[in-house]
């Protein structure tokens, strides 16, 4: 039996409709009334719950922010400093065919947010870059202290490129092969075999690189 209170449980249907439907049709495009109707809630409820189309905007973010940082949590508690990087970039393969279709959840949120600016674009900026550290503090766990940065931000533009091609591309296999060109390279530095992806600011961190 379900004891959970009906108010919060259309709190949680109104965030979990607006996640997807946010993901889906963007941000500036999705209106209360459709997250209302996606979550099968009366229109009128919506307020009581969210004033404005930010508020829920923000509860959609906490709640990818707080699924983000359960799992990043999770992936820390693997011993192996490149098993944890490794399972960052097999966990960019999950749910291509919905990547291809519409994006990168957290890379368009903050892509579209971004170009209004404000506090909800900067609360969208801290999911990347929460990723951005964590990915930064496996690398330095690896030895590579002051390279840590740079690589990490390799790591991660070169995860959203690549989820942008398949986007604009619609095909899934474009991020299957750049997985695996991520791996080769991740293992490379593993060994000190530095073998940079090519992107614009490889061939600086290349040379940084070689001691």
Not at 155 to 161: K, N, T
Request: overall charge negative; some cysteine.
């Amino acid at each position: 039996m379900n004891f959970m209170p009906r108010k919060t449980d259309k709190r949680i249907r109104l965030i979990e409709a607006a996640k997807v439907l946010i993901h889906q049709q963007g941000f500036n495009l999705t209106t209360l009334a459709d997250i209302a109707q996606e979550a099968d809630v009366p229109l009128g409820n919506v307020y009581y719950y969210f004033k404005t189309k930010e508020a829920i905007g923000i509860a959609v973010i906490e709640k990818r922010a707080a699924e983000w940082s359960e799992r990043l949590a999770s992936w820390s508690e693997i011993s192996d400093p490149l098993a944890r990087l490794m399972t960052l970039v097999k966990y960019s393969l999950e749910n291509l065919e919905i990547t291809a279709r519409f994006g990168c959840p957290i890379g368009g949120l903050c892509q579209e947010l971004g170009k209004q600016g404000g506090a909800l674009s900067d609360l969208a900026a801290k999911l990347l870059h929460d990723i951005l550290q964590w990915s930064e503090e496996q690398f330095r766990a690896l030895s590579f202290d002051q390279k840590a940065p740079g690589l990490a931000l390799n790591l991660i533009s070169s995860i959203q490129g690549m989820f942008l091609l398949t986007h604009t591309f619609k095909d899934p296999k474009l991020a299957q092969r750049q997985t695996e060109e991520l791996r080769a390279w991740l293992e490379s530095l593993a060994n000190r075999k530095v073998q940079m992806p090519v992107t614009a600011h490889a061939a600086v961190l290349e040379e940084e690189l070689v001691d």
